[in-house]
C-alpha cells in the first residue's frame, strides 16, 4: 500500500504547499532593507535637532567661554633671607694623644677605667720603678766618687801654686796639676748627668695624663713587658670639650667666606646629624686652610664647637650649616611660584583685572619656603603659588582664599596636616648667583 501512495495525498500532507515557499522570502527581504534606511534617517534628526537654537534655547551664542581657573596667590613681600652654605664634615677633636711608655719594663698597674674622663695630669700607669732606681744609685755613687777625687785634686793644686811660689817645684806639675782638676770637673759633670738620667727614668715609669680627655680601651693588660717600640701604646686620650669638625667647600665659594671672616664677627656654623634632622651644637668658623685639593677642587675649614654634654663624638659624619652673610630687605616671594620654561625663570604675576602675565625673574638665595628675586619683581605685587599648571598668559583667574584652600585640603581624603616643629629654614645660593646649586633641606623637628 505504501509503494501506491495516492500523489495527492503525500502533497496534503507531507510538506507546505509550494506556493507558501515562494511568497515568504520577499517579505523578510523588505525588512532588511528597511532597518538601515530607518537608523539613517534618526541619526539625521539628532543633529538637526543639535545643531538648530531650539536645541539649545533661545540664548545660543556658540561655544561657552573658558571660565576663570582657580588660583592660590601670594604676595612679594620684603625681609631677610640668611645665605648659608652646606657642607658634609667630620667631627675632629683639638687633641689626640696615644699614652706610649717612654722606657722598657713591666706594666705594674694602671690608674682609670676604661671610658673615663681624665684630668690633665692624673696618673695612668706604673711601670716597674726597681731597675731604675738601682741604675741611680749607681749613678749617685759615681758622682760622690769624682766629686771626691776633684776636691783632692783641687787641694793638691792649691798646695803646688804655695810650694811654686817658694821656687820648691817645677813649674810643669803645678801645669799638670791643674789639667788633672779640669779632668775630675768633666767627670764630675758626666755623673751628674747619669744622676739627672736615671732620677728621669723614675720620671717615666710613673705615666700621667698629658691632657684632659677620655680613655680609650687600653691597649695592654697590667704584667705585661712594654717597651719603647710599641706602637699601639697603653692607651689612647681624646680631647671632647672643644672639639672642632673639618668640612670642605667648593672653590667657588672661598671668595664670599674670605670676605666675610675678613669683614665682622667669627662665621656662624650649624651641625645637624647625619639624617640631618637633629641639631647637635652651634659654633664658630675658626680656620680655613692654606691651599685647595686639586683633585677635588675643595677647600678644608675648620669649626669649633663647644662639647659639655658629648653631643659630638670623634670620627662622626654630620651636616654643616655655614652662615655666610644675611641679606637685607630683600625681595621674597614662595618657593611654590617659581616657574621654569620656554622663557626661563618667571611667575605668573596676578593683574587688577584678574588675569595673568609672565614675569621673568632673576633669583637669589633660597630656603625651603621662600626665595630671593633680585630682579625683575617688586615688593607687593600679587603671584600665583598653585594653579599655575592650567595658566597661560592673558588667562583669567579666581583667587582662592587660603581659608578656603585650606579647608578644602582638610576635607580631602587622604590629606594630612602639615608637619610641626620643623627646623627654621635658611638659604642656599641658586645657580644662576653663584655656584651652589639650590637645595630644600628636609624638615627638622
Known amino acids: 500500500m505504501d509503494e501506491h501512495t495516492d500523489p495527492m495525498t503525500a ?32 541619526l539625521i534628526l539628532a543633529v538637526i535637532l543639535w545643531a538648530h537654537p531650539w536645541a539649545t534655547g533661545p540664548a545660543h551664542k556658540g561655544p561657552p567661554a573658558t571660565p576663570p581657573q582657580p588660583v592660590s596667590v601670594a604676595t612679594a613681600t620684603t625681609g631677610e633671607m640668611p645665605v648659608v652654605l652646606n657642607a658634609l664634615g667630620t667631627v675632629t677633636p683639638f687633641n689626640t694623644v696615644t699614652v706610649m711608655t717612654q722606657i722598657n719594663g713591666q706594666l705594674m698597674s694602671v690608674g682609670f677605667k676604661e671610658g673615663d674622663m681624665v684630668q690633665k695630669g692624673q696618673f695612668l700607669a706604673q711601670i716597674d720603678p726597681r731597675p731604675y732606681q ?38 810643669q806639675q803645678v801645669s799638670d796639676q791643674q789639667f788633672l782638676v779640669q779632668q775630675y770637673q768633666g767627670n764630675l759633670k758626666t755623673d751628674q748627668a747619669a744622676v739627672d738620667n736615671a732620677q728621669l727614668n723614675l720620671t717615666y715609669c710613673h705615666i700621667t695624663a698629658p691632657i684632659t680627655g677620655r680613655a680609650g680601651l687600653l691597649q695592654v693588660d697590667p704584667g705585661n713587658y712594654v717597651q719603647t717600640s710599641n706602637t699601639s701604646g697603653i692607651v689612647v686620650l681624646t680631647q671632647l670639650d672643644p672639639i672642632s669638625v673639618i668640612f670642605t667647600l667648593p672653590q667657588n665659594d672661598i671668595a664670599a667666606v674670605t670676605a666675610a671672616m675678613q669683614s665682622g664677627p667669627a662665621l656662624p656654623v650649624t651641625l645637624y646629624d647625619s639624617s640631618n634632622t637633629v641639631k647637635l651644637a652651634t659654633g664658630t668658623l675658626t680656620a680655613m686652610d692654606n691651599q685647595i ?38 625681595v621674597l616671594v614662595p618657593s611654590a ?57 592673558g588667562a583669567k583667574v579666581a583667587v582662592v582664599t587660603p581659608g578656603a584652600a585650606a579647608a578644602g585640603a582638610s576635607a580631602a581624603p ?26 630644600t633641606p628636609p624638615s627638622r623637628p
Open 11 to 42: 502533497r496534503s500532507y507531507g510538506s507546505p504547499p509550494a506556493s507558501r515557499e515562494i511568497l515568504e522570502p520577499p517579505r523578510v527581504h523588505h525588512r532588511r532593507r528597511l532597518l538601515p534606511t530607518l537608523v539613517v534617517l534618526a
Open 134 to 171: 738601682v741604675a741611680l744609685e749607681q749613678a749617685e755613687g759615681q758622682l760622690a766618687h769624682d766629686t771626691a777625687l776633684l776636691h783632692q785634686a783641687q787641694s793638691d793644686l792649691a798646695r803646688y801654686e804655695r810650694l811654686k811660689a817658694q821656687n820648691s817645684i817645677a813649674e
Open 293 to 330: 685639593n686639586v683633585s677635588t677642587g675643595t677647600v678644608e675649614l675648620r669649626g669649633s664647637f663647644a662639647n659639655p654634654k658629648n653631643a659630638l663624638f670623634p670620627n662622626e659624619f654630620v651636616n654643616v650649616e655655614l652662615l655666610v652673610k644675611t641679606l637685607k630687605d630683600a
Open 337 to 393: 611660584a617659581i616657574q621654569r620654561g620656554a622663557p626661563g625663570t618667571f611667575v605668573y604675576v596676578v593683574k587688577p583685572d584678574n588675569s595673568v602675565a609672565v614675569q621673568k625673574v632673576t633669583l637669589g638665595p633660597s630656603n625651603a619656603t621662600e626665595t630671593a628675586i633680585v630682579s625683575g619683581l617688586s615688593a607687593g605685587t600679587k603671584v600665583v603659588t598653585d594653579g599655575a599648571d592650567r595658566l597661560h598668559p
Open 414 to 439: 587622604g590629606s594630612s596636616a602639615p608637619a610641626t616643629g620643623a627646623k627654621a629654614p635658611h638659604a642656599t645660593r641658586h645657580p644662576t648667583s653663584g655656584a651652589t646649586a639650590p637645595s
